[in-house]
């Protein structure tokens, strides 16, 4: 089986500062990890993945996520909030092999104040 | 290339109902996910298709719901005599047939049901 752990319901950050969404996970063999944005009222829009390679992921909107395979973490990161990105994010696993649908986290509603 | 188009976007349903949400893959995508969202929750996996053929499942409920991929035509979910625990969004998402480096998937922007 696998699974997701999003730790935190809330993240409080003030515009500029750096922010930290916290996701762990767990998978039978290598992972595929994803992040998603949720606007309000709104479908999920895909931010960026790890399926290989480099551990630190940069993606959409000056996001970035670093894989850490010993702490089973996929925490995502921006150097400087910006209140617009104010949004309900999730994070994603699936294996190499076997099912291909996601499994997600339960999200992390994050707010930037100005 | 349009996204993934789910409709109806808004469907109220009185209990004992049916409702039939459609889900439109993007172009040259032939896997189609079904997820639901209660309020306030994460997605939960229902059902996975490709054309024609149901490929995981495991996340449906045994009674009332059920999904097809056609060779033509969109996706449906289908929930029958709706109750009002049914109310959610719902949201479709579609992946290319090739798995590996393109492998995220593109969600629609949901269809919200209510059952009233």
């Known amino acids: 089986a696998q699974s997701v752990a999003q730790p935190e319901d809330q993240v409080n950050v003030a515009e500029g500062n750096p922010l930290t969404v916290k996701c762990t996970y767990s998978?039978?063999?290598?992972?595929?990890l994803f992040w998603y944005v949720q606007y309000p009222n709104r479908g999920l829009q895909f931010l960026l993945k790890?399926?290989?390679?480099?551990?630190l992921v940069k993606g959409s909107y000056g996001f970035e996520a670093e894989f850490n395979k010993s702490q089973t973490s996929f925490h995502l990161k921006k150097p400087s909030a910006l209140v617009s990105d104010s949004a309900l994010y999730f994070c994603?696993?699936?294996?190499?092999?076997?099912?291909?649908?996601?499994?997600f986290g339960s999200g992390t509603r994050l707010q930037v104040q100005p | 290339n349009a996204g993934v188009m789910q409709n109806p976007r808004h469907l109220v349903r009185r209990r004992g109902q049916e409702a039939r949400l459609r889900c439109s893959p993007m172009?040259?995508?032939?896997?189609v996910y079904w997820y639901r969202q209660l309020p306030e929750e994460g997605l939960k996996f229902m059902v996975y298709?490709?054309?024609?053929?149901?490929?995981?499942e495991s996340g449906m409920p045994k009674e009332r719901f059920s999904a097809e991929f056609p060779k033509e035509g969109p996706s449906i979910l289908r929930i029958q005599q709706v109750v009002r625990g049914d109310s959610a969004a719902y949201f479709c998402?579609?992946?290319?047939?090739?798995?590996?480096?393109?492998?995220?998937?593109?969600f629609g922007q949901g269809t919200r049901l209510t059952v009233v």
């Open positions: 790890y399926i290989t390679g480099d551990n």
């Open positions: 994603a696993v699936r294996a190499y092999t076997g099912r291909r649908a996601l499994t």
């Open positions: 998402a579609s992946s290319p047939p090739v798995d590996g480096q393109n492998t995220e998937a593109f």
């Open positions: 998978v039978s063999g290598n992972p595929y």
């Open positions: 298709l490709q054309k024609e053929n149901i490929i995981d």
């Open positions: 172009k040259g995508h032939s896997h």
